[in-house]
């Protein structure tokens, strides 16, 4: 027996209802008709009295459709069913009877067996009782190319396109027959396919199917019908490729006719448990197919519109666009399953394939920084190549032995993240001969050193870093001597405290950076021995290192552990005790 999948729910029997109650509760807008399962528009005797109502529903499960596109510009009332069940006859009879009035009311319904038949009893009751009443199944499932005769093209996620036209042309006052009218041409110019990466389930009940890990399901239905068939798993962009020459051959009977200058509206729609990641990338994956082929892509809409529980998954709709349906996806809604596009103030919702932002960079202002800053000897530059390169090499030989201490209060990374940096920077120090980083200018290298490792390390170590050799750029700007690389060495300390949070005694970098920086206050002095100094002070900073067993963390990623976990050193304070040993092993040579 297959388990039963994790779900929040405080009862399986219930859930239905008390999801509708909280969509209620949190939306303003929303009401629901006592003694049935229909979810209206506040507003909904303003409809019934002035314009045609539109009407849908099916099972629950799809969240947010149906229910989440009840409000104005949108559904005059939704009748949802248990989960991907179809809802009962007299409780769509109910919605009819609230909401129907002289103009009447379009029920949409999508292409299900049971919606139809549901549906349609209730329809033909509400003809009976005198209700002017239209029914328009929605099909524009492309996946779907039998020849035979079979239960048709089902209803997928274009059924919220639909929707949308309709209820924006309600809210123009159009007639009911108008509305119908555009609805169904509508239906014949859209398309729609999903592909599935894991299943669903019900509540209550454990996967509904079963897709192989190394394998995507295409063409399923929103309730886990089974497909047109398999591929192995692939980049998004082979998936889109895929989607849309299956919707778009010749040679499938339910096909979507888009062809070069033709203008669509996308929908990229999440089945369940897709991440925006993942969304965006096909979208744009999507976009660049159809334009590659001379097909405009005026609008475009993701999100999680019409889902399937939990299923790992997507669908691409396409909507061919007209004057009438650009107007009417672009009206106002107060539906809160709507997800519509951050306009522009140029275009408004036309989408347009626009270069990137360009900044000008103020070449003459850089070059006089550059030029402003002190220059060193030849000697001392070659002195500054050869502890840069030291450094670095130091930390990469270390990469294991800080990831090892890394294991007990993170994520067993620090060593490597700090061997990323110092491998790019060597990658651009390049040879002693023509170093490729400004050794000569100390200010500058600083500078460069911090982009790098900001880019090439990320995260906070590489935060800190950029923070650490910033700072400190500024001190040896103008002179660079013991004490200004001393200053240097504070100015990055404080920078660190400033932004990272920490202090020292927090069990961080900071510490052994902090006792050194406390020695080397003595090169201030124009007596002081800068070697017998910086010795000093390397030897602290070990010292101080190797303190951090013992010490309880306040900040970072080792605050959040136990503390009787915490029994070898930090690795970021070890870390700068190597790298502090390797600057004055250069230099004592």
Same mark, same amino acid.
């Given at each position: ?52 109502? +539109? ?60 919606? $139809? ?5 209730? +329809? ?7 209700? %002017? ?29 639909? %929707? ?33 990466? =894991? ?93 590659? $082929? ?99 090499? =130091? ?84 002179? +660079? ?39 080397? %206050? ?34 970072? $990623? ?15 304070? %070890? ?9 004055? =092993?250069?230099?004592?040579?």
């Amino acid at each position: 027996m297959a388990k039963v999948t994790k779900k929040l729910l405080d009862s399986v029997e219930t859930c239905v209802d008390d999801m509708l109650e909280g969509l209620v509760a949190v939306n303003p807008g929303l009401r629901l008709l006592a003694g049935h399962r229909v979810v209206l528009r506040e507003d909904w005797e303003d409809v019934r009295a002035n314009k045609v109502a +539109v009407v849908s529903g099916g099972g629950s499960g799809h969240e947010p459709g149906y229910h989440g596109f009840v409000g104005s510009g949108l559904l005059t009332a939704a009748v949802p069913g248990n989960i991907f069940a179809s809802p009962p006859p007299e409780d769509v009879l109910a919605a009819l009877k609230a909401v129907t009035g002289p103009a009447g009311v379009i029920v949409l319904v999508t292409n299900y067996t049971g919606d $139809r038949l549901t549906f349609g009893i209730a +329809v033909e009751r509400a003809r009976a009782e005198g209700l %002017q009443v239209e029914m328009v199944c929605i099909g524009e499932d492309c996946a779907v190319s039998s020849k035979d005769k079979t239960a048709g093209r089902r209803g997928l996620a274009g059924t919220v396109f639909v %929707q949308k036209i309709a209820g924006a042309l309600s809210e123009e006052g159009k007639s009911l027959g108008e509305i119908v009218d555009a609805v169904k041409s509508a239906i014949s110019s859209m398309g729609t396919m999903g592909v599935c990466l =894991s299943p669903c389930s019900v509540p209550g009940s454990g996967p509904m199917f079963q897709v192989p890990h190394d394998t995507i399901e295409l063409g399923l239905g929103v309730h886990g019908e089974a497909g047109v068939g398999r591929m192995k798993m692939d980049t998004a962009e082979k998936v889109v490729e895929t989607v849309l020459n299956h919707m778009t051959n010749p040679d499938n009977t339910s096909r979507i006719e888009v062809n070069k200058g033709d203008s669509v509206a996308l929908l990229v729609n999440n089945l369940g448990s897709t991440a925006y990641l993942e969304l965006y990338i096909i979208a744009r994956d999507t976009i660049k197919y159809l334009e590659a $082929r001379g097909v405009s892509v005026e609008r475009t809409y993701v999100g999680p519109f019409v889902t399937s529980q939990e299923m790992a998954g997507m669908s691409l709709t396409l909507l061919r666009l007209d004057d009438t349906r650009r107007r009417c996806l672009d009206a106002p809604t107060t539906a809160h399953g709507w997800f519509p596009v951050c306009p522009s103030p140029s275009t408004g919702t036309l989408r347009t394939t626009r270069t990137r932002v360009q900044l000008s960079t103020d070449t003459q202002q850089a070059a006089t920084i550059t030029a402003d800053a002190t220059k060193v000897d030849k000697d001392t530059a070659q002195q500054i190549f050869h502890v840069v390169s030291a450094v670095c090499n =130091s930390l990469m030989t270390a990469e294991e032995q800080l990831n090892d201490l890394d294991r007990a209060c993170g994520d067993g990374d620090c060593g490597s993240t700090l061997a990323k940096g110092a491998k790019a920077i060597l990658s651009a120090l390049g040879s002693a001969d023509t170093p490729g980083l400004p050794c000569q200018t100390p200010a500058v290298l600083l500078q460069e050193m911090a982009t790098i490792v900001e880019k090439s390390m990320g995260g906070a170590s590489g935060g800190l870093y950029s923070l650490f050799l910033t700072a400190g750029a500024q001190s040896v700007m103008t002179s +660079v001597t013991p004490a200004s690389w001393t200053a240097a060495l504070k100015a990055g300390v404080a920078s660190i405290i400033r932004y990272g949070g920490a202090d020292p005694g927090d069990r961080t970098m900071l510490d052994p950076l902090h006792s050194a920086a406390e020695v080397l %206050q003595a090169l201030q002095g124009e007596t002081a021995d800068t070697m017998a100094t910086l010795k000093e002070a390397v030897e602290t900073a070990v010292n101080s290192a190797q303190r951090t067993a013992s010490m309880a963390a306040r900040a970072g $990623r080792a605050s959040y552990v136990s503390t009787d976990r915490l029994t070898r050193p930090d690795p970021g304070a %070890q870390a700068v005790a190597i790298w502090m040993r390797a600057i004055y =092993s250069t230099l004592e040579k």
